[in-house]
Every structure is written in C-alpha cells, then in structure tokens.
C-alpha cells in the first residue's frame, strides 16, 4: 500500500478512535482564534477609518491648482469607486441689493472674502452636509446639494451678510438664492488652512461666476471614495502614484489631521495587540497538543519500525498525517473564523450605532489566508523536530519499555517552535517593535518558567516533608524537572497573555482615553494680530474660565536641507512629497509643552543662546528625511532663515492643543509677518458657534474654527475600539482557558498511572487528592507570578515604546496572578484527575502501561 | 544438515551501567535451522529477552554476528534491517503490544498494509477467525481480555506470513488456562505454516512443547537439548 494512502488510513483510524482529539481542538483553537481576531480587527479597522473619514466626506482627495486631468476621475470610475469633482476658490461674497429679509440687528458687512466651495454629484461620499432647521439644534442632514442657482452659506457668512433662506447672494458675475444655512460640514479636516467662512454653491453654477480668470488661486478637487464593496481603493492609489505632477496632492484623513492619525495607529495597535495573544495562546496550545500525541504515538512508531518499515517511511506516514491534520483542522478552523468574527460583528453592532454589519466591509481573504498559515506553521514548527525522533523510536521499544523517550530533537525542536512563533508574531504585528515586545516577553518568560521551576525543585529538597501527600505531590515535580519547566512555562504564558488582556489591557485603554480629557479645547482661534492677543486672551478667559495660551505662527517653506535646494521630486514617499511641498507653521518657545517630549538632543533653556538652533517634530523629520545637526533653510515672506535642529520631539496629536512640527527659540522669528493662534474649550450648547460670535465680530480678522466634531470623532473611534477589544477580550479568554486545561492535560497521563500504583499500594483517595491538589498549588501560584512579572514588564514596554502612553504599574496584577493561577489550575487539575481516582487501579495500569 | 535459517556468532552484549560494564551476553553461538520450534530458557535475568532482541535485529551487538536467512545483520542499516523483519518475521510479545488506537482487525492489518499486500482487510479478518475473534474484530485492545489481545497479536503475527516467530514470554501476562490455550494456537499454526518459532520463555512446560531447548545462565550458553520429533 502506498505511503499516502496508509498514512490517511491511519489518520482516520486515530480519528475514530478519538487520538487527535486535544490536537485537532488545538488546532481549531489557534485557526479560530487568530481567524477571528483577523478578520474582526480587519473589519473595525476599515470601519473606523471610514468612520474618520467622514470628516474629509471622502476617502481620499486629489486636489491640484489645475483642473485635474478627466482620466484621474474616469480611472477611478472604472475601479468601481465613488467619484465627485469640486473646486474651491477665495471669493467676496455680497448681499445682492434686492434682499428683502428683515434687516439684522447687526450693520451687515455688503461683501465678506468667502471660501467657496462648488460640489457635484453625490458629495459628501463620507458623512454629511447639516443645515441649520430652526428649532433643532442637532440640526439636519441635506439630502443633496445645492441645486444649479442655489447657494448655502454657513452660519458664520450668513451671519456676517445678515442673509437668510431666499434672500439672494452675488458671486462673481452670479447672483444665487440662498435655501439652506449649513451647520456642518464634511471639511474639517483640512482644519487649520480652512480659515474664511464658507459658501457652498453647485459646480455647474461656476462658469456663471466668471472668477476662474488665469492666475487666480482655485483648488481643482477630486473627492474619491470605495462603493459598499470591494477594495479597489489601493490599486487606483498606486496608480495615481504614478500619475502626479508637480502641483497635484493626494490627501486622506490622517495626512490632514495627525491627531485622527495618531488615533487610528493606536487603534490598529489595540486591536493588533489582541491579534498577538491569540497568535501566543494559539501556539502554546498547539505546542502542549502536538508533544502529547507524539508521546502517545511513540509505540506506533515503534511497532511500525518493528514491522519493517523504515525510517524513512514512519517519517512519512506522520509527516502525511500531520500535513492532512493541519490542512483539514486550519479549514475547518477558517470557517470557524468566519462564524466568530460574525458574532463579534454582530455583539458590536448591538452596543454601537456606527459599527453595524451593514457598515463593515465584508470580510477580506487575507485574515484566512494569515489564520491558514498560522495553524499549519504552528503545527509544523512544534510537531517536525519531535517527529524525526519519533520516526527514529528504536524498534527495541517493544521489547523493552523502558526505554528512554527518543530525544525530541533537544533544543533544536524548542528552537525552530520560538522560531515559527517569532516570525508568525512579526507577521500579525506588522509593527517589528510591538513583536519584538512580544516575543521579548515570551522568551524572558520561558527563561523564566525554566530558571524558577529548577530552583523550586532545589527547594523543595530542603523543604520539610510533611506527610505522603506534600512529598508525594512535590516529589512529582521534582521527578520531571523537564517537563515541570515546560508546564510552568506553558502555564505562565497562558495566564500572561490573559493578564495582558485584561488587567493590562484595561489600563492601557483607560490610560489612551486619559489622553484625550473632557476638557480637551472645541475651537482653535487664530488668525489673532500680535496687538489683537491681549484683547483675545482676556475674551477668551471669560469664556472659557481658564488661562488660555496663545502661540505665535509663522507660515514657511522649506526651501534647502544642508544648504542642499530641496528637490520633493526626490522623496519616493507620497506623504514626504506632500508634507515637503506644503507651507509648515513655524512657531517659537521658551518652555517645552507637556504634550511634548525630547526624544534627542536638548531643548533650549531659558536663555538660549544664538547656536539653539530648532526643533522637529519626530515624525516629520523622519519622513523629510532630516536628522539631528541637519540645517534647514526656510523661506519666511521672501527672506531666508536658517538653523541646525538640536532636537527631536514626541507630540500627543491627540491632546488637541495646538502644536508644531517645527519650533524656533524666542527672537529669531522676530520682525516675520505673525499671528497667533491658541485652542480653548467652550461649553458646548446648542448654538455653541454663536459664544465666539462676539469675539470674532469684536476682532473681523479673528477666525474661530470648531474642532468639536473631530473630538467627538476620535471619541468615539475609541469608544468602539474599546468595546472591540472588549468582545475579542471575551473570545481569547475562552482560548486561554483552553490552553490552561492542555496544560493541565500534558501530563494527565502519567498522572494517572502514578496514582494507579499508589492506589494499588494502598493510597486512600483523599490522600492521592491532596498530593494532586498540593501538586497544582504550587504549580500554579509559580505560573501565576511568572505571568504576572512578565505581564507587567510587556505592558510597560507596550505602552511605553508601541502605544506612547502613560503607563502605572498595577499591583493587583500580582494578586490576580497569584491567586487566579493557583486557583486555575488546581481546579483544571482536579477536575481533570477527579475521574480516574474512581477508576479501579487496574484498569488504568492495564490502558496506559 | 540444511542452511540455518538464523544463527548467532560468539554473540556479545555489554552495557555501561554505573561506572562497570555489565556483560549481559557473553560470545553465545548457536545455529537454528528451518522448521521446528526452539525455547530460549533461563533465569531473570539471564539474557533471555536481550537475546531476542539480538536475534530479531531490533538491538546491535557489542561483538559477534546474527545472521538471518544467510544475511549478517551487522553490515545492515537500521532500515534495511527493517526490510528484512517485514519479509521474515513475526513478533508475539508478552505485553501484547497492540496499538490502542486501532481495533484488533486493524492491528492484524497493520503488517499486510506496511508490505502493500492486496486485500489486507480480508486477509486479517480470516486470521482473526482462526485465532477464534471472527466475532470481535471491530473491538479495540482495551475492550478485549488478555487472552484475547494475544490471539489478536499471534494473528497478527502470522498475517505476513514469515518465515520465523519471534516470541517474548507470550504466555507472562495470562492466567495458566489462558496462556495453555494461546501456546496450543500458537504452536498450531507454526505447525501448519511450517514457520519456526524462537520463544522465549521461563516456563518450563512451554519450553517442554518446543523442539529444541536452549538454556542460558549469566549470558551464556549453558544447555542446548533437542528432542528427536
């Protein structure tokens, strides 16, 4: 009979005969598990981003300072995704002398600078336009808009023109009615650049307007967004990549805002975060699953090598069998997959109004293919060193029993098993610091597992033996020293990874959403002239009851690095080019904000002196490609000004205080065109534009620009994050308990047996209960505290060198280690032991001797 | 006198146990020929089953030489060691050694599958019936008694059709009555199937139905007794 055919033969007979039980349970687990967490966090994440989305009303924008060619829209219409054409242009806007509302109480400028916007077809393609409904002050969304001959101001210009709904404005050589005030729209996220008020009008009525003369500044816009399905939107990005030209940009949401960046990667993190422990979880149930059978299938090999098969075919046999186990369990497994993210879909969806099934894409086939992989590799990487051994089984064996297990390949096997976990962390990871952490973690813990087992074995000789039951018990772990390293270690990984998900997940989360506190500021003010901040700050006081800082702004072009001109065509990276070829905001400090920390080289002091060069953010410098000691020349309003940066800075975006990719030291700005710029927190009310209405009607030149919604969209970003990693919280939990009980299960069998012969010497069931029970005590609680020094270390380092948040050590750690291992574990233990204690001895003796 | 079908050459077995050797075989030499049965005899201890595992391949002397079938087993590789129990031997072991995994039909396969013999289901069947188990095929090991698992390994045993039956005390772990009856099957069908059967044993009225007795004390030969059939 061939190989193959042999091979599955003997699978389905171990199959029936219920062999492959713990390891094809293994199995499902690690395939379900990483799976589901997959496909789940895959689904949130794309949801949250277009959650974020809704604040460009698009998915990306392509703009440029010529129309864009057509093909740009046509590609991209071909691709199945969302396409809507816009301009934006600065224009006055004028009441048109025939208004006939009721004149305001205020004198009404006649024309106000507008920022016009003209949009067609389906825009916004993410979120909407809210126009303001008397009465209601959440006001309500527009179903389209604006018809040819309409124009929809904001409340702001509205205001300033003292218009309201069919009274007529003029734009251009247009003359337009007004029928609706917009409250809200989809443009926040160009945030600090979009300063005058707005009107919206139909891009059809531009031509009308006759303002797009040569020279003048329009913005041509190109909003694209995916259809409900597919993700067409990477290969047209890829494809506009090597489309652009100079004057052209590419832009989402986390380009234009870094404080929605910032907190969608901590999103991502999160929800990676919970991807590795499944991976852990997964690995060490498969590694405890597949020496378990390889020990139960010693005598096979034995027999079969006996029988006249050689070693190479027993190789065969198992390697075939394991190859058909892994490919069936990891199906199976993905199928599993699919269910268990449906369900977490579906539990999230119940709890949250944005995370509903109809708003997740549907689930994409790289999660599978990950999850496939995964049980496949894990089952190899654990199983292949044990089974060249065991293919080798001497054929003596059986004859004589007692001879020594073949030695599992030492510690090549424990090597290339780290070696498959490694990799298959940094491939969930796809953050090599998150998995170095994690594998860090891992192998200190098994070092650990292994240092403490032998020096518990040392002490337990030197320990008083008290009664059958201790010695009996204690003596167990003694006699195994192996096999008691592996399972503390086993077991500790395990209550690791389940303190990680929830005392040290709970804290991480908790610390993040610290980050970013109620009263974090709702409008950014700026615009301010240096002789305007007095007045403005003590307006602003009285609004918001605090002392509010405000921060000087220079605008600037980057124009030489290392006295080098600066070529953007060389930056292969979009976001390089885009940032490179952007004006940046220059300010100057004295004193470092607390939302900022030096990374490298120094902050200036109080007195700086004329070396002090400046300083970058972080980030920043690492997409432009500068370094510390690098000198940078700006070109502020015509003159240059140079300086080498003397540091680099970490910046808490998400804190939504105003902050600067780039600071000077005081005076070396001094004489450049400034204005200031400060964020305050205003009580939010229903006409909460209107607190700032005075301030900004006392200052014209004053702009107030809200920035509540963006809060309230990284708000709730974290609030389904949080709950998202709740429910993947609740699937591992089970996939931990799992692991415990193999743990536990690993050595049952010898377990058994020994008890069998102290019962046949006489032993009473309560005294056999208690060396068990004494036994899984001291395993456990040593298990437990391993888990908890090493959940504490990897969530310190997560969260301070992955996640960059505040992270306090949390003592209850160590109890919930100590206690939840003890009692853990000696329950699993008891509940897997009880059983056989009611067995006649014999019986026993006679299944495993 | 016809060729040996297995012989043993100044057969010696050393192991290091604390820090003196222990010699457990000493130069034993004896020739067996085709046919007819011989009991390996002795004392716990004696050397009996490290002998057996000598003879069957599954060991490696210290010194000496084993042939099987006119072929030295020292110039053979573990594998092609392999190859020639699949075509020449049958095992019975005292502890039965039947795989728990398989019911007693698929543990009498198990050989015919290994060689690729043709309707290895058929075949092992027919030798379950005439071990008397037709009735108990689909039984696994641990539902079969002792009496039962041995007719399962004899069948087993016998389904390759080999040319000599290794047995290691086969009758240890059975009562008196059961074990009578598992010697009356086993030395019936090495009569049928002309195999020769090379049975290790210290009992003394097993060793009485064999052909030949060889006795072994402290690793050596001490007695070589054939009964004339």
């Not at chain 1, 650049?193 to 040569?214: E, G, K, S, Y």
């Not at chain 1, 813990?445 to 008083?464: D, V």
């Not at chain 1, 306090?808 to 329950?827: D, E, K, M, R």
Request: hydrophobic content about 50%; aromatic content about 6%.
């Amino acid at each position: 009979m061939n190989t193959a055919r042999l091979a599955f033969r003997m699978l389905s007979r171990d199959w029936r005969a219920g062999e492959l039980r713990v390891l094809m349970a293994a199995l499902l687990l690690a395939v379900a598990s990483v799976g589901t967490v997959g496909f789940f966090a895959d689904r949130v994440k794309g949801a949250l981003t277009r959650q974020a989305n809704l604040l460009l009303g698009a998915d990306v924008l392509i703009s440029g300072d010529r129309p864009l060619p057509s093909a740009f829209g046509e590609a991209a219409a071909a691709r199945g995704l969302r396409v809507s054409a816009g301009l934006k242009f600065n224009s006055m806007v004028q009441r048109a002398a025939s208004a006939s509302s009721a004149p305001s109480s205020d004198t009404p400028a006649l024309a106000v600078l507008g920022d016009v916007k003209a949009v067609s077809g389906e825009y916004p393609l993410r979120g909407a336009i809210t126009l303001v409904v008397p009465g209601r002050p959440e006001g309500m969304p527009a179903r389209a808009i604006p018809a040819s001959g309409e124009a929809w101001p904001d409340a702001r210009l509205a205001q300033r023109l003292g218009v309201a709904t069919n009274d007529r404005i003029v734009v251009g050589d247009a003359t337009l009615r007004v029928t609706a005030i917009v409250q809200q729209e989809p443009e926040v996220a160009s945030g600090l650049l979009a300063i005058a008020p707005r009107l919206i009008i139909n891009l059809a009525d531009v031509p009308a307007t006759h303002l797009l003369q040569p020279g003048n500044r329009a913005t041509y816009r190109l909003y694209v967004a995916e259809g409900s399905h597919g993700t067409a939107l990477d290969p047209y990005l890829r494809w506009m990549q090597g489309e652009m030209k100079a004057g052209q940009r590419l832009e989402n949401v986390r380009d234009l805002r870094p404080e929605v960046r910032q907190t969608l990667d901590r999103a991502e993190q999160f929800l990676g975060l919970a991807a590795l422990v499944a991976v852990v979880l997964a690995a060490v149930a498969v590694a405890l699953a597949a020496s378990r059978y390889l020990r139960r299938h010693l005598d096979t090999a034995a027999m079969l090598r006996c029988l006249g098969a050689s070693e190479r075919r027993v190789l065969g046999l198992f390697v075939l069998q394991f190859a058909t186990l892994g490919v069936i369990s990891s199906a199976v497994g993905i199928v599993l997959a699919l269910a268990g993210q449906q369900l977490l879909v579906t539990l999230l969806a119940s709890v949250s109004s944005t995370m509903s099934p109809a708003e997740l894409a549907p689930p994409t086939w790289l999660p599978g293919m990950t999850a496939f992989a995964t049980g496949v590799l894990l089952l190899f990487g654990f199983a292949l060193p044990p089974l060249v051994a065991l293919a080798g089984a001497p054929p003596l064996r059986v004859l004589r029993r007692d001879l020594p297990h073949p030695r599992a390949g030492g510690w090549l096997a424990y090597a290339l098993g780290a070696g498959v976990i490694a990799a298959l962390i940094g491939w969930q990871a796809q953050d090599v610091k998150a998995a170095g952490i994690m594998v860090g973690g891992i192998g200190g813990l098994l070092i650990a597992a292994a240092l403490s087992a032998w020096l518990l074995i040392a002490l337990l000789k030197w320990l008083p033996q008290r009664g059958v039951t201790w010695r009996f018990g204690l003596a167990n772990l003694r006699r195994r020293p192996l096999a008691s390293s592996l399972q503390i270690g086993a077991l500790a990984l395990g209550f690791m990874a389940l303190l990680l998900l929830t005392v040290v997940r709970g804290d991480l989360m908790r610390n993040w959403r610290a980050s970013l506190p109620p009263d974090a500021p709702n409008q950014f003010v700026m615009n301010i002239l240096p002789d305007q901040v007095e007045g403005v700050r003590a307006a602003l006081k009285a609004l918001s009851r605090t002392e509010v800082t405000l921060y000087p702004m220079i605008r600037g072009r980057l124009v030489a690095v290392n006295d080098a001109t600066l070529n953007t065509a060389k930056f292969t990276e979009l976001r390089s080019r885009r940032l490179a070829e952007r004006e940046f905001n220059l300010s100057w400090a004295s004193e470092l904000a607390s939302t900022n920390h030096i990374t490298e080289g120094a902050w200036w002091g109080a007195h700086p002196g004329p070396d002090a060069g400046l300083s970058m953010e972080q980030g920043i410098a690492e997409s432009l490609h500068v370094k510390l000691g690098d000198k940078l020349t700006w070109d502020i309003a015509g003159s240059q000004v140079s300086a080498r940066i003397t540091s680099l800075r970490k910046v808490d975006w998400d804190s939504f205080r105003p902050n600067f990719f780039t600071l000077f030291p005081p005076g070396v700005l001094d004489g450049m065109p400034q204005t200031y710029l400060g964020a305050v927190r205003v009580p939010e009310t229903a006409g909460q534009g209107a607190s700032l209405t005075a301030l900004v009607q006392q200052y014209p030149n004053v702009l107030a620009i809200d920035v509540g919604e963006v809060i309230r969209q990284v708000q709730s970003i974290m609030d389904q994050v949080a709950r998202a990693v709740e429910f993947v919280f609740l699937f591992t939990l089970a996939g931990g308990l799992l692991v415990l009980q193999a743990a536990v299960a690993a050595t049952q069998d010898e377990r058994q047996f020994d008890a069998a012969i102290l019962r046949t010497l006489g032993a009473s069931r309560a005294q056999l209960t208690s060396a068990q029970l004494a036994e899984f005590v001291v395993l456990g609680s040593v298990a437990g505290l391993l888990a908890a020094g090493g959940a504490t270390i990897t969530g310190y380092l997560l969260a301070d060198r992955v996640f960059q948040i505040p992270y306090a050590v949390n003592s209850a750690v160590w109890l919930y280690g100590l206690l939840g291992g003890a009692v853990c574990v000696t329950v699993a233990g008891w509940l897997g032991t009880r059983a056989t204690l009611r067995q006649p001895p014999l019986a026993i003796i006679r299944q495993l001797g | 006198m016809p060729d040996p079908i297995l012989s043993a050459e100044a057969l010696t077995k050393t192991v290091v146990s604390g820090d003196a050797p222990l010699t457990i075989l000493d130069a034993v030499s004896f020739d067996i020929e085709a046919g007819g049965s011989i009991a390996i005899v002795g004392a716990s201890g004696s050397g009996k089953t490290t002998l057996l595992g000598l003879l069957a391949g599954l060991d490696r002397p210290t010194a000496g030489e084993v042939r099987l079938a006119g072929q030295a087993l020292s110039g053979l590789d573990e594998d092609a060691r392999a190859a020639l129990r699949q075509r020449l031997l049958g095992f019975v072991f005292q502890s039965f050694q039947l795989l728990p995994a398989l019911t007693a039909l698929e543990n009498v396969m198990l050989p015919l599958e290994l060689s690729g013999a043709a309707n290895a289901a058929a075949s092992a069947r027919e030798w379950l019936v005439r071990v008397g188990l037709g009735r108990r095929t689909t039984h696994y090991p641990k539902q079969l008694s002792g009496g039962e698992q041995q007719r399962v390994a004899i069948a087993r045993a016998f389904a390759g059709a080999p040319s000599l039956l290794m047995a290691d005390e086969p009758t240890g772990n059975l009562d008196g009555a059961t074990g009578a009856e598992v010697a009356e099957l086993m030395f019936r069908l090495n009569r049928e199937h002309g195999t020769t059967l090379v049975l290790v044993t210290h009992d003394a009225a097993l060793a009485e139905r064999c052909s030949r007795r060889l006795s072994l004390a402290d690793g050596r030969v001490v007695g070589d007794h054939r009964v004339e059939a």
